[in-house]
């Protein structure tokens, strides 16, 4: 079965949310978006489908600010994923966040691509998408 373009959105904030939606779907024409609330939320969608490919999504946008589970809790437990689902899931980490302790330790993270701040705009995944 041929894997369609999915994005998973993990962000707790539904304005956020709303926000990310109304751009990857007038900017980028995406329609498969899957809405996660939580970091957790996310793994166990990941975990439930690691062996359907076709059910993963091929670009994950992580807000890095969550409660419970931040983005780096996140990256910390997707780390633990075999490789060929952390290969199949590219991970873009949005943030208004300003810590540059955190910040620095998303961009240097091995399973993310880069970091955008938050909101996105039409032009934010250009490099990406």
């Known amino acids: 079965m041929e894997r369609k373009n999915r994005i998973m959105v993990v962000d707790d ?3 956020d949310q709303m926000i990310t939606v109304r751009v990857l779907k007038t900017s980028y024409a995406e329609e498969e978006i899957i809405l996660m609330e939580s970091a957790a939320q996310a ?3 990941l975990n439930e489908n690691i062996n359907k490919p ?5 670009l994950i946008l ?3 600010d969550m409660p419970i589970m931040n983005g780096i809790g996140f990256l910390n437990k997707f780390n633990q994923f075999a490789d060929g689902l952390k290969d199949a899931c590219r991970i873009v980490v949005l943030t208004a966040s300003d810590v540059l302790s955190d910040i ?3 961009r240097s993270h091995p399973n993310v691509l880069t970091l955008i701040p938050k909101p996105l705009n039409k032009y934010s995944l250009n490099p990406v998408i």
């Open 13 to 15: 904030n539904l304005i």
């Open 43 to 45: 793994l166990a969608y």
């Open 54 to 58: 076709e059910l993963l999504p091929n």
């Open 62 to 64: 992580l807000d890095l």
């Open 104 to 106: 620095e330790q998303m």
